[in-house]
Nanobody
């Protein structure tokens, strides 16, 4: 299983970006997916997650109302729409596939990780 994240870049505060993560291999439609991020000098943190069919989502408090996670199982793709971006959103963003279908916020519940895509928000 491989996960390929894309869509990062440089954006001004208040702007928007949409991250995409395409999964190859057998695992995707039966697994929850998540986005995590890691800022320079900080630990990796949970951002958002979605269950296997998109019926349930979860967000960290700092992105609620600004970010939207979604998935298209026909395309083996999960998205993270990021609006009203702030400088503190600057980080490398990673997509990950969970071990099971139910939603999770715990990194150890995810056993496949993408390579990360850098999001830089300027003030």
């Amino acid at each position: 299983v491989q996960l390929q994240a894309s869509g990062g870049g440089l954006v001004q505060a208040g702007g928007s970006l949409r991250l995409s993560c395409v999964a190859s291999g057998r695992i995707f439609s039966n697994n929850a997916m998540g986005w995590f991020r890691q800022a320079a000098g900080k630990e990796r943190e949970f951002v958002a997650a979605i269950n296997w069919n998109g019926g349930s989502t979860s967000y960290t408090d700092s992105v609620k109302g600004r970010f939207l996670i979604s998935r298209d199982n026909a395309k083996n793709t999960v998205y993270l729409q990021m609006n009203s971006l702030k400088p503190e959103d600057t980080a490398v963003y990673y997509c990950a596939a969970a071990r099971w279908a139910a939603i999770s916020r715990t990194p150890t519940d995810f056993n496949h990780w993408g390579q990360g895509t850098l999001v830089t928000v300027s003030s």
